[in-house]
């Protein structure tokens, strides 16, 4: 059975006034079409339009029904379906009712089908709503005159439409020249609850005419104003007003905390979060959403705005907590973002704390790296593991005081970038560098023998040239 869609617990539905009733002034049903169809008469007419095969599965769901009231709906419904001139009319869109729907529409007073067709449902989504609000056909006759689906009324018209004295909102709906805020104050009357009418009243005086604000009577009408006059223009609907009045957001907290944390965290825990409303505001703002615990192991390690936050994430490639936090310890997110290029966009997470050596050892860009890259002999670094801190390398080197001209001896004697600060005062380089020049012919030799190269590659210095450089 299709059931009316419901609206959350504590969000009324609805938003500005309806639009003005018809001008129908009284309550008047449709006459009730001829009743008592013979079942073989309707199994005669299903097989002339459908075919014999289609008799079996008609009688089946006529026998489905359980009251003598709803077996006489369907029959009239099935005379809809296939009589050419059945005086019943139903919505061919959806098949007409089902035999359930059937015995629930007789059970609240229908007696003919015509009472619930297209024409006459035509504020509700499906029959399911009609039998789910339990109304009979002559509040369904009413409620026709209506110019707002059912998707439109808010929970207090809809309890009014569904529960008032008939003749009374009959007289509300049809009533000529009411405003739309007169209309609804009356609907809300029919109910008799004086609370609801002197609140509908105070917040028409105060000029609400959000529905869902109004009958959102958990909060005081005045929190609910300048919870909407805190907001954003473009975020001021009701139901996102009410929601964030749900977990404790108000004006105050909204103007000191930002939209951004008031829809993400309770008011309760942006108050007990031990870090600066403006931390809070600057690390949302730069498109990062860390927990509020997060952001405390984070301020705690040294970020103190989002942009700091921001540029430390994408240099690292990463949005996890700890290793922000221990970056952070070493190096500031826009140090980490300056370094990043020269390491291949993205740091390794060994890369913040090689940044912060090289801060203390006064290179605080990489391009002042660039004369002891361009120093090393290439054939030096050839078998060195690859997977280290480049960052860290260059630290070691300028930390043990090995100057460019320096840097490009050693390597030309062999000696790799990651030996360097062990033999920054090794006087006879060349001897040093002997094991790893043996490493280099050795490779030689194995690349000749599997045929990978025709003839091997001599080491390009000599013990005599390695020191100036000039090519041997």
């Keep these: 059975m299709t059931t009316i869609t419901r609206q959350p617990k504590g969000i009324p539905a609805g938003g500005q006034f309806a639009a003005a009733a018809h001008a129908e002034t009284s309550v008047s049903l449709r006459p009730a079409a001829p009743a008592a169809l013979n079942e073989e008469d309707i199994l005669a007419a299903v097989a002339a339009h459908e075919g014999p095969g289609a008799v079996p599965g008609v009688r089946r769901r006529i026998a489905e029904t359980t009251t003598v009231g709803g077996r006489e709906l369907f029959l009239q419904r099935c005379d809809a379906m296939y009589n050419p001139a059945s005086p019943y009319?139903?919505?061919?869109?959806?098949?007409?009712?089902?035999?359930?729907?059937?015995?629930?529409?007789?059970?609240?007073?229908?007696?003919?089908?015509?009472?619930?067709?297209?024409?006459?449902?035509?504020?509700?989504?499906s029959l399911?709503?009609?039998?789910?609000?339990?109304?009979?056909?002559?509040?369904?006759?009413?409620?026709?005159?209506?110019?707002?689906?059912?998707?439109?009324?808010?929970?207090w018209e809809k309890s009014s439409y569904l529960n008032a004295p008939l003749e009374d909102l009959d007289r509300v709906i049809t009533s000529p020249g009411l405003s739309r805020a007169e209309i609804y104050l009356a609907t809300v009357d029919l109910m008799g609850d004086e609370a609801n009418s002197a609140r509908a009243r105070k917040a028409i005086g105060m000029e609400i005419g959000d529905r869902g604000l109004i009958e959102a009577d958990q909060y005081p009408l005045e929190d609910l104003v300048d919870l909407r006059d805190a907001l954003p223009e473009g975020k001021r609907t009701a139901a996102h007003i009410v929601a964030l009045a749900q977990r404790g957001i108000t004006g105050?907290?909204?103007?000191?905390?930002?939209?951004?944390?008031?829809?993400?965290?309770?008011?309760?825990?942006?108050?007990?979060?031990?870090?600066?409303?403006?931390t809070i505001r600057s690390f949302l703002n730069s498109g990062f959403y860390p927990s509020l615990?997060?952001?405390?192991?984070?301020?705690?390690?040294?970020?103190?705005?989002?942009?700091?936050?921001?540029?430390?994430?994408?240099?690292?490639?990463?949005?996890?907590?700890?290793?922000?936090?221990?970056?952070?310890?070493?190096?500031?997110?826009?140090?980490?973002?300056?370094?990043?290029p020269a390491t291949g966009k993205v740091l390794r997470p060994d890369d913040p704390k090689a940044i912060g050596r090289l801060a203390r050892l006064g290179i605080d860009h990489p391009e002042q790296l660039r004369p002891w890259a361009a120093a090393c002999h290439a054939r030096a670094n050839s078998f060195i593991d690859r997977d280290q801190s480049i960052l860290a390398i260059?630290?070691?080197?300028?930390?043990?005081g090995i100057t460019p001209e320096r840097l490009g001896a050693m390597t030309r004697a062999?000696?790799?970038?990651?030996?360097?600060?062990?033999?920054?005062?090794?006087?006879?380089?060349?001897?040093?560098?002997?094991?790893?020049?043996?490493?280099?012919?050795?490779?030689?030799?194995?690349?000749?023998?599997?045929?990978?190269?025709?003839?091997?590659?001599?080491?390009?210095?000599?013990e005599d040239t390695y020191l100036d450089g000039a090519n041997s």
Aim: include cysteine.
């Design 394 to 400: 260059h630290a070691d080197i300028i930390k043990a």
């Design 293 to 340: 615990a997060e952001m405390k192991v984070l301020h705690d390690a040294g970020y103190t705005n989002g942009a700091d936050l921001k540029a430390a994430s994408q240099a690292l490639r990463t949005t996890d907590t700890k290793m922000l936090a221990v970056a952070r310890k070493h190096a500031t997110g826009s140090q980490m973002a300056t370094f990043a």
């Design 252 to 278: 105050p907290r909204l103007r000191t905390y930002g939209s951004k944390a008031c829809e993400t965290f309770a008011g309760k825990d942006l108050d007990e979060a031990l870090v600066a409303p403006k």
């Design 128 to 155: 399911g709503a009609v039998i789910d609000g339990g109304i009979g056909p002559d509040r369904l006759e009413v409620l026709g005159k209506l110019s707002t689906h059912q998707h439109q009324w808010s929970a």
């Design 89 to 125: 009319r139903i919505d061919r869109s959806i098949y007409g009712p089902t035999p359930e729907h059937c015995d629930a529409l007789a059970a609240l007073g229908y007696e003919s089908v015509n009472q619930f067709d297209r024409e006459a449902t035509k504020n509700f989504p």
């Design 414 to 462: 062999g000696i790799p970038v990651t030996e360097a600060a062990k033999h920054k005062n090794t006087q006879d380089l060349w001897a040093a560098g002997a094991e790893f020049r043996a490493a280099w012919d050795a490779d030689q030799a194995s690349k000749v023998a599997r045929r990978w190269e025709s003839q091997p590659t001599t080491w390009a210095y000599t």
